[in-house]
């Protein structure tokens, strides 16, 4: 089962944000039937991957880093900008990886509360 999802998500802290533009997460489950608490057949995601590629771009702005001091800030906040792409690279997996993992529990909690033949598409 593949899940294809069209997010804009900002990451905000104080006042600091990640903001990437036209990001796209795939999540490939494996699913079990399994008996359920009432009798009938439930699907239960057994693995689940995920992966992500940010299309356009990100943005990053950081508010007093390095204490105000924009002589500091300044390069950093060009440079994360301006690299974009690797910057992404190093944090976005844990990230992406935990948000999508709050999902699966989601949707497998969905599972066992509703038999798969009401869940199955005819």
């Known amino acids: 089962m593949i899940f294809d999802t069209h997010l804009d998500p900002s990451l905000t802290y104080k006042e600091n944000y990640i903001h990437p533009r ?3 997460i795939k999540t490939l489950s494996e699913l079990a039937v399994v008996p359920g608490a009432d009798g009938k057949d439930h699907w239960h995601i057994t693995n689940w991957k995920d992966q992500y590629q940010v ?3 990100a943005h990053f702005s950081f508010d007093n880093l390095f204490n105000g001091n924009k002589v500091l800030a300044d390069p950093v906040d060009l440079f994360v900008n301006d690299n974009w792409r690797d910057v992404m690279k190093e944090i976005a997996p844990p990230v992406v990886h935990a948000i999508v993992s709050e999902v ?9 509360a509703v038999p798969a033949d009401e869940l199955a598409v005819a």
């Open 55 to 57: 299309k356009t771009g």
């Open 104 to 112: 699966v529990e989601a949707v497998d909690a969905l599972y066992k």
């Open 22 to 24: 036209d990001i796209v």
